[in-house]
C-alpha cells in the first residue's frame, strides 16, 4: 500500500484551516500530520478537513498552546500516547494504519532562548525530553514505525544557514544534537529525508522576524521524517514546500513529505 506522508507545524489549526485544506488540495498527502495546534480537540475544524477528503482524524489538543494532530485519507485508529515528563502537554500521539504501519507525531519542546540547563528550565525541559525518548526507544525498539514532527533541532552543519553563528543558538547546539542523535540511534531510526536528499542545504522554518525571508534565507530544518530500519527502505521522494512559507498569513514552517511503498 504505496502512501505519502507529510509532516507540519501549522501553528495554529483554526487560524489556518484554509492553508491545510489548500495543502491537502493541492497536494493530496495520504496522511497529514500537524503540530502546534493550539486547540482543544473538540475546536479542531474536523469537518472541514473530512470535507476535503479527509475523514480520520487522531489528535491530542490543549487550549492555546502545544497540540498534536493526525489527519487522514487512510483509515487508522488511535495508538495512544505518551506523556513525555508527565506534563499534560499534548506533545505526541500515535496512530496505527490497517496495514500496522504505527505514526508517531511528535512536536518536541522549542527549549527557551538560553542554551543552559541551570539558567532555563525551558532547556532543562527539552533535554529531558529527549532523554526519555532515547530510553524509551532502547527498551521497545520500534518496528513498522514511522516518526515525523517538529523535533526543534537542526542536527547537521547544512540543515542550517550557518553552523559558527548558530552553535551557541537553541535549536543546534552540541548538546541537542547529541541528544536527539543519541535518541535516533537507540530507535535506529533512518532519517528519511537525509536519506532522500544527502547532500546541500536543508531548511523547513524560517523566522518571522525576517523582513524577507526567501531573500535572507536564514532557516533551519526542524522538521522531520524517521523511519525504522525495517521499512527505511520503503521510504523516497523526500520533498520540502518551501512555496508554502510564502502564502498568506503563513506557518514559520514548511511542510515535509515522503512516500512509503508498503
Not at 1 to 11: G, K
Not at 12 to 26: C, M, P, W
Not at 149 to 163: F, K
Request: proline share 5%; charged share 25%; hydrophobic share 40%.
Amino acid at each position: 500500500m504505496p502512501f505519502t506522508i507529510a509532516t507540519w507545524n501549522i501553528n495554529s489549526i483554526r487560524l489556518r484551516a484554509d492553508l491545510v485544506t489548500r495543502f491537502l488540495r493541492e497536494q493530496t498527502p495520504d496522511i497529514l500530520c500537524l503540530q502546534e495546534c493550539k486547540s482543544p480537540v473538540d475546536k479542531i475544524p474536523a469537518d472541514v478537513f473530512a470535507a476535503a477528503g479527509y475523514g480520520h482524524m487522531v489528535a491530542r489538543g490543549q487550549k492555546g498552546y502545544n497540540g498534536v494532530a493526525i489527519l487522514s485519507r487512510l483509515p487508522l485508529e488511535d495508538a495512544g500516547h505518551i506523556d513525555w515528563c508527565g506534563r499534560g502537554d499534548a506533545r505526541h500521539v500515535a496512530a496505527r494504519l490497517e496495514n500496522g504501519v504505527l505514526i508517531h507525531n511528535f512536536y518536541i519542546p522549542a527549549g527557551g532562548d538560553i542554551p543552559d540547563v541551570e539558567a532555563n528550565e525551558k532547556f532543562a525541559h527539552k533535554l529531558d525530553f529527549l532523554s526519555e525518548m532515547r530510553a524509551t526507544f532502547r527498551t521497545e525498539r520500534p518496528e513498522r514505525a514511522i516518526l515525523v514532527g517538529d523535533l526543534n533541532i537542526a542536527p547537521r552543519e547544512d540543515d542550517v544557514w550557518s553552523h559558527k553563528q548558530l552553535l551557541k543558538v537553541v535549536s543546534h547546539t552540541p548538546v541537542e544534537v547529541d541528544h536527539l542523535g543519541t535518541a535516533q540511534e537507540a530507535g535506529r531510526w533512518t532519517d528519511v529525508t537525509r536519506a532522500d536528499i544527502p547532500e546541500g542545504r536543508l531548511y523547513s522554518w524560517w523566522s518571522y522576524r525576517a523582513r524577507d525571508w526567501d531573500a535572507a534565507d536564514k532557516g533551519r530544518r526542524l522538521d522531520h521524517i524517521w523511519a525504522s530500519a525495517d521499512i527505511a527502505a520503503a521510504a523516497h521522494s523526500s520533498r520540502i514546500l518551501r512555496d508554502v512559507r510564502g502564502w498568506e498569513r503563513p506557518s514559520d514552517h514548511a511542510p515535509v513529505l515522503a512516500e512509503f511503498d508498503l
